[in-house]
């Protein structure tokens, strides 16, 4: 049985596809055969399709056998860019229909699920809540009946409670496909939530690069304040390593190739904040009241900023606004601090900032007011009642 190295290379919940052969061949995903080293192989692959881009493994599928051939697939996030004639970026879904046999199969394989969105306790709200789509999205694409798509997302409402964006995408997915109108419909309406996620996130970015001069701090791991740093002209930029999961750190070197960057302790803030300049955060949700829901340390941060004399935004899309006032704040595995079970642990994942202490939020429209956050606030509950929907949209 011949061995084949399939990586997908996942760009706003699209997969690079190019074209075998000459321009009008077959679409299919890169694939190269080999005996060993599959890891590496999909790796080199991945340069050799981006060669200006970066590619970071997600993971590793389970083999999948089809006629003679074991495809060994991987899943690796990497930014778009410009592929020229013989390559696209296309949902995956198309794989069901076009291309060579196993395709959809060594996808699924390494897609997401509810369980990997609901155990990522790297990535912020916006990645997440497109996974959430593409989850609902390849649901649908397996012609899933009514009230297994309910379940499916219903499900996904229940992993990540806390983060505004998931839930409101969801929403607005199942209400405009009707609430249970049928796996076509979703599918379709999950489609266009991630393009227009991927969109919103991008624009609000470039709002927020707007603001960005001079000694920039900034903590966790948020995708849309990375693309914010990358696109503005910060003198230096000082990364919280953002514990327990020390994504901040993770983030610090990512940034270090391009940018002059400073990672340092969480406790360390009120030392480093006096040559700070501007905070810029993400936010996994923002309150109809205001506040900011966002990584443990954000209020802390806000407080020393406040106590500087340094402003302090929060850049996000406006699905990140909850119609909720009262916050859920998830909480770390305690193992994350000790093992001792004769000690009691409080290690929350998340944090309230009070509006009082954060200067704006960057939306892709602008920054809003107290006016702009209630009236998205209730165009989210509008669409949470897909569950009684008659097959409206809005």
Request: proline residues 6%.
């Amino acid at each position: 049985m011949s061995e084949t190295v399939i990586p997908f290379l996942r760009a706003n919940g699209r997969v690079l596809l190019v074209r075998r052969g000459t321009a009008d061949g077959e679409w299919d995903v890169p694939v190269r055969n080999g005996e060993e080293g599959f890891e590496g192989t999909a790796r080199e692959l991945a340069r050799e399709w981006l060669p200006d881009g970066e590619a970071t493994l997600v993971r590793a599928g389970d083999p999948v056998e089809v006629d003679d051939r074991r495809l060994h697939p991987f899943l690796f996030d990497c930014e778009p860019n410009g592929v020229g004639k013989r390559a696209d970026w296309v949902h995956p879904t198309a794989l069901r229909h076009d291309g060579p046999p196993g395709r959809w199969q060594a996808y699924r394989a390494v897609s997401p699920s509810v369980g990997s969105v609901r155990d990522d306790r790297t990535h912020g709200s916006a990645y997440l809540s497109i996974r959430a789509l593409e989850v609902l999205r390849d649901r649908a694409a397996q012609g899933a009946d009514p009230p297994a798509l309910v379940e499916r997302a219903t499900d996904l409402l229940e992993a990540r409670p806390s983060m505004a964006a998931l839930g409101n995408r969801v929403n607005r997915a199942m209400f405009e496909a009707g609430g249970s109108k049928g796996a076509a419909a979703l599918e379709d309406a999950a489609k266009a939530g991630i393009d227009r996620a991927a969109g919103a996130d991008r624009r609000a970015a470039e709002r927020a690069a707007e603001l960005i001069e001079g000694i920039v701090l900034t903590l966790s791991r948020s995708g849309t304040v990375r693309g914010a740093l990358s696109a503005g002209e910060p003198d230096r930029i000082v990364v919280l390593e953002s514990r327990p999961d020390r994504e901040g750190a993770d983030v610090a070197e990512e940034l270090a190739g391009s940018l002059d960057v400073t990672v340092t302790l969480d406790a360390a803030v009120s030392h480093v904040m006096p040559e700070v300049d501007h905070v810029l955060v993400g936010a996994d949700t923002v309150l109809a009241d205001g506040s900011v829901i966002n990584k443990v340390g954000t209020r802390t941060t806000a407080v020393v900023a406040a106590r500087e004399g340094v402003p302090v935004h929060a850049v996000a899309a406006v699905d990140k606004v909850s119609p909720s006032e009262s916050p859920i704040l998830e909480s770390v595995d305690r193992g994350a601090l000790t093992d001792d079970d004769r000690v009691g642990v409080d290690c929350p994942l998340f944090d309230r900032t009070p509006p009082e202490l954060v200067a704006g939020v960057i939306t892709e429209e602008g920054v809003l007011d107290a006016d702009g956050i209630e009236a998205a606030a209730s165009d989210h509950e509008r669409r949470s009642r897909w569950k009684g929907s008659n097959g409206s949209t809005g």
